[in-house]
């Protein structure tokens, strides 16, 4: 089901970026993020009432049920709670507060419409931020050891070979946050995202997958990759400066297609989650 | 060569359905009493197939099995560069002419988008039958006009996506994106009643087609947004009421209650019956996969195997009673439901008969079960990158690696959370011995967002990093490897496509995607394309193929379109 959700996501990104051209062109990495979904549950618009219903919870409800209503001492978790999902403005939860449960150590509690208003706010408000992962906060992730990602940078990662700190990578602590980052340190390919609309198509970009394409007459076109399937071949040709597509007959005309970043997709299979841990944080310190 | 059993059961609901559904008559008398007066001459050859009939698609896997292969050959490895579009037809979802019902507003929810096809079709007396979300439509099978339209009014819902409906007699069943049972007359599109299966303010959500055995109408909730329970049920045929539910987690006092914590984990555990499933008349057995323990991404708060979550389960129909289980992902913490197709597969195995259940499942492995007893026979991997196990443990599941759980500074993981494949129905060819399917080979960096010791939902936040190497695959059944592997299209960030809605015929043929628009006929033995159209999006549903007074048809949906293919008469 999450590949529907997936697809989605892409399909409306590439409706923006690529409106007038090729829109098969993936885009998936531009923004890296594929979790984006489609819900019931609606958020609470009045931050008021939530902050009211979590003080009154903490006061009222949380020796039982936790400050955060995932459960206590003895009291379960609120927010998985069939009442409290189904609820709808404190209704059905007003009316079951009213009675409690006392045959279960539940007490009755007599609040006035307005504080089941925003108890229920709160828990409500709770529910969706559980369900919504888009609203999820990546905490922080710069926990690695700089010096030993400074030494993996020069040695095991062999990345001193196209890259220098003092060169290209000059800043770049500063310039990205440190998702962003580690994602660019695992491929850095087409725009970070979150850093505003791209100057043009993927393929343009210097990260693009190439390909040079050479028909029997010897004559030959090379540039960023469009679009290759076992049928035809799409090209920004960057000799002529235009898009060229041919079709494809088996080995008719000979396609060989060469990705700038091959030495970082080679890597996703080498990578420990400590050295990419040590690495955002040597990048992340250079600021 | 493989051994063929006969579905004498499915046969005879095949034919019983025909027959009702041809006997009455709806708007279109005078078209339809034709066209069934055609199709019943040729049940009597529905009866005699041991598999997909030549000229219906009577459910999801247009038989009982799963394997999507099609004894059909008119079109072959030789004719194939021959086929030319037939007719397209473009869903229409505006309610002006169509039958309305539903319990939700007349003015649709802000935010709805164009729905995509990913039903298959059923195809009963020259009418193809199938669903998007909130509607239903007829179609004529000869020109792609359509019959009838229902639309559902919806109270809202995750509408993404529907896998089709299922026919009994007089009377369709399918399921709304806000978990409504709905019954339909065949011939008219009149809704005959309603009932609410699950409430969609627990982030329930009901995409499942119904599948019928016998007078069983099974359907699955599914919802992954919320730690809910997931269960199957079946309804009774005529009233719409329950006659058994099976929860996919146990409760206090049943079996396995020690593959979880507590009670409070179990009954929160998850485990969506998302797809239709497969059916041995002979065992009376129903196979289905099961979708992946809650909270999603983190495992902590679950410890355990966390039974029956990412299951291949086999049950009575007529009780709802488990009969066995085989899980292929104990404590899964990376969304790898294993709700993929269970095929049926009669052949040899180590030099003796059996009966088997195969499936190419989500978390990158081949898995190959006998099917009375659940017996494991064969597990391989088939997705080269694949990072997440501590190796293939003694009852031949994929060990568990903490280590490669979402954290908090990030974990890269391949495949991604999208799997190596994914709900798209695969094919089995008994003639080739293999299993096709569409993998990805994605990598994604899975941070853990939900520290609390209590973490909900999805408890973590996935970043995708690279796609690289999708394929087609046709995998030995009896071997487990990869006979050939064809690679999917690129753009200039890599792969695309992937899982995909497949097709094998005895034409020798197997109809799939390429992962960029291109509807494709390959070679089934070798997957050299023989043949292509590009469509106006990649292929989202199963293919399906039949013959209409003689001439065969193959059917496929791309995004909101429907197109119809076959050779020039």
């Known amino acids: ?287 | 060569m493989i051994r063929l059993r006969c579905f004498a059961a499915s046969a005879r609901q095949v034919r019983a359905r025909c027959f009702a559904a041809s006997a009455r008559p709806g708007h279109f008398l005078t078209f339809v009493s034709f066209v069934s007066f055609v199709s019943f001459a040729s049940l009597v050859s529905v009866v005699a197939r041991a598999q997909i009939p030549s000229d219906a698609w009577p459910t999801y896997h247009g038989d009982y099995t799963g394997r999507r292969f099609s004894t059909l050959k008119q079109i072959n490895t030789t004719n194939v560069k021959n086929l030319t579009l037939a007719w397209v037809y473009r869903l229409n979802t505006s309610r002006a002419a169509a039958i309305v019902g539903g319990e939700g507003p007349e003015t649709p929810p802000p935010g709805g988008t164009t729905p995509s096809i990913k039903s298959t079709p059923l195809m009963l007396n020259g009418i193809l039958y199938f669903s998007v979300p909130d509607h239903v439509y007829a179609l004529d099978v000869r020109t792609g006009r359509e019959v009838w339209h229902y639309a559902w009014k919806t109270r809202g819902g995750d509408h993404i996506g529907n896998r089709g409906v299922g026919i009994l007699g007089n009377w369709l069943y399918f399921l709304t994106p806000d978990n409504y049972f709905v019954s339909l007359d065949v011939a008219t599109g009149k809704e005959r009643w309603h009932h609410e299966i699950a409430n969609m303010k627990r982030e329930y959500f009901s995409t499942n087609a119904p599948m019928v055995i016998g007078r069983q109408i099974i359907i699955g909730v599914g919802g992954d947004a919320l730690d809910i329970p997931g269960y199957l049920e079946s309804r009774d045929p005529e009233s719409g009421n329950l006659v058994w539910r099976w929860n996919t987690t146990p409760r206090a006092g049943e079996a396995n209650t020690n593959s979880w914590p507590d009670e409070d984990s179990m009954a929160h555990g998850g485990g969506m019956p998302w797809i239709p499933g497969t059916y041995d008349p002979e065992l009376n057995l129903y196979y289905f996969g099961t979708g992946n323990p809650q909270p999603v991404l983190a495992g902590f708060s679950r410890a355990g195997d966390n039974l029956y979550t990412c299951t291949i389960v086999a049950l009575n129909p007529n009780t709802g009673k488990m009969v066995w289980y085989y899980q292929v992902t104990p404590h899964d913490t990376h969304d790898w439901d294993a709700a993929q197709t269970p095929i049926l597969i009669d052949g040899d195995f180590n030099g003796r008969p059996r009966k088997m259940v195969a499936q190419a499942s989500r978390n990158g492995h081949y898995f190959l079960l006998d099917r009375a007893t659940g017996e494991h026979l064969l597990t391989t991997k088939y997705l080269d990158s694949l990072n997440w196990t501590k190796g293939i443990n003694a009852k031949g599941q994929p060990a568990h690696d903490p280590a490669k759980d979402a954290s908090v500074p990030g974990t890269l993981v391949s495949p991604d959370t999208n799997g190596g494949t994914n709900w798209p129905p695969p094919s089995f060819n008994p003639e080739t011995g293999l299993l096709y399917f569409g993998t990805r080979q994605g990598f994604s960096v899975m941070y853990l967002t939900d520290t609390d010791g209590k973490p909900q939902g999805w408890a973590a936040a996935e970043r995708n990093v690279a796609v690289v190497g999708n394929a087609l695959k046709a995998v030995d059944y009896k071997t487990g490897q990869v006979k050939w592997s064809r690679p999917l299209a690129m753009g200039p960030a890599g792969s695309t496509g992937g899982p995909m809605g497949l097709l094998s015929t005895s034409g020798g043929l197997l109809f799939g995607n390429d992962g960029a628009n291109n509807f494709v006929a390959y070679d089934a033995s070798s997957g050299k394309p023989l043949w292509h159209a590009g469509l106006g999006a990649t292929t989202s549903n199963g293919p399906q193929t039949f013959t209409v007074d003689g001439r065969q048809f193959i059917v496929v949906g791309a995004g909101d379109t429907l197109y119809a293919f076959a050779l020039q008469p």
Not at chain 1, 237 to 263: E, H, I, M, Y
Request: aromatic content about 6%; some cysteine; glycine content about 12%.
């Open chain 1, 1 to 287: 089901m999450k590949q529907d959700r997936n697809r989605r996501a892409r399909r409306d990104r590439r409706a923006i970026i690529f409106s007038a051209c090729f829109a098969i062109c993936a885009v998936f990495f531009l923004s890296g993020v594929t979790d984006a979904q489609q819900q019931a549950l609606t958020p609470v618009t009045d931050q008021a009432a939530v902050d009211r219903g979590k003080a009154l919870l903490v006061e009222q409800c949380g020796f039982c049920h936790g400050a955060n209503a995932r459960g206590g001492s003895g009291g379960p978790d609120l927010t998985r709670s069939v009442v409290v999902q189904e609820d709808e403005g404190g209704k059905q939860l007003g009316a079951f507060l009213r009675v409690g449960r006392p045959d279960r150590g539940m007490p009755k509690f007599d609040l006035p419409d307005a504080q089941m208003s925003d108890l229920a706010a709160f828990l409500h408000s709770a529910i969706y931020l559980n369900a919504n992962r888009r609203l999820y906060k990546i905490l922080d992730i710069v926990v690695g050891d700089p010096k030993a990602g400074q030494a993996y940078f020069s040695g095991a990662g062999r990345c001193s070979g196209c890259h220098s700190p003092t060169g290209d990578l000059k800043g770049v602590g500063a310039k990205y946050e440190p998702t962003v980052l580690q994602g660019r340190l695992l491929v850095p390919r087409g725009r970070p995202g979150g850093s505003g609309p791209p100057a043009g198509p993927l393929y343009m970009e210097k990260t693009a997958i190439k390909v040079t394409v050479t028909l029997p007459s010897g004559e030959s076109a090379t540039g960023g990759l469009v679009r290759l399937t076992d049928f035809d071949v799409i090209l920004y040709d960057t000799a002529a400066g235009r898009v060229r597509s041919f079709l494809r007959n088996g080995d008719v005309p000979k396609v060989v297609v060469t990705d700038p970043l091959q030495a970082h997709v080679d890597h996703l299979t080498k990578w420990t989650d400590t050295e990419m841990h040590n690495m955002t944080a040597y990048l992340a310190s250079l600021k």
